[in-house]
């Protein structure tokens, strides 16, 4: 009786699976509709998401160990190389060096295009350089610029001053705008036409971008002991980071 009575008790326990999918199909319209709010939303996301990109460089820190001539006098011990190959990581990780760096190749200027609700960042791929002879590390603005054909560009949407003012320029002149002057170059070779889409320019805070770029930026010893460094960054700039 009692073993009776326990399988019962398990049969009552155990799962139908016919019971669960008859209910699922009674209420199909609701999962239905959960799946299509859920899926919009995702795709939402990440149709609005900017491209992630990532470099990395290996690095060799010169130490006398891996050094032909010191390493042929003396063999220097490890804690000594641990030191050497640490103050190195810190001094690729310096906020002073990453300023220089910012500066030297221009990453405090942003030239982006919309697609869709992605703004894609062209980094060296702009048709454009532009160039605001007075802008001070500290300062931050942007506007678009749109080809209107020729050498001809129209300069709108500026983030300070009139926002609706459109001040037509000729290419590698400089034009008074709300933020001083500014002069847009072609970056194509000579004699070809510049691209019919709007393009985004901010310029960023130096040391914004130098917080910015440190932050993202990772150094592992690729050997334990060794020289050997691999340095990697991610970023991404085209949604106004």
Known sequence: MKTTHYNQLQKDKSI???DVLAHLLYHWKWFALSILVFGSYYYYQYAKSPFIYRSAETIIIKTPMNTPRTARISRTNEAYNSISVASEILQLKSKELMRQ?????GAEMSYSVAAGL???????ASP???SVPHKKPEDSFSFTVTPVGGTE???SNWSHGEATLEVKATLGKPVNTPLGQVTVQS????GKALPEQEIKVEKFALERMVNYFISTITITQMEEDASLLQEGIFFHLGNGN
Do not use: G, Q
Not at 187 to 190: E, V
């Open 118 to 124: 992605r703004r894609n960042e062209l980094y060296t």
């Open 16 to 18: 139908n699976v016919l």
């Open 128 to 130: 454009i350089k532009v």
């Open 153 to 155: 560009v129209l300069l």
């Open 187 to 190: 970056a194509l070779t000579p």
């Open 101 to 105: 760096t910012v500066t030297r190749i």
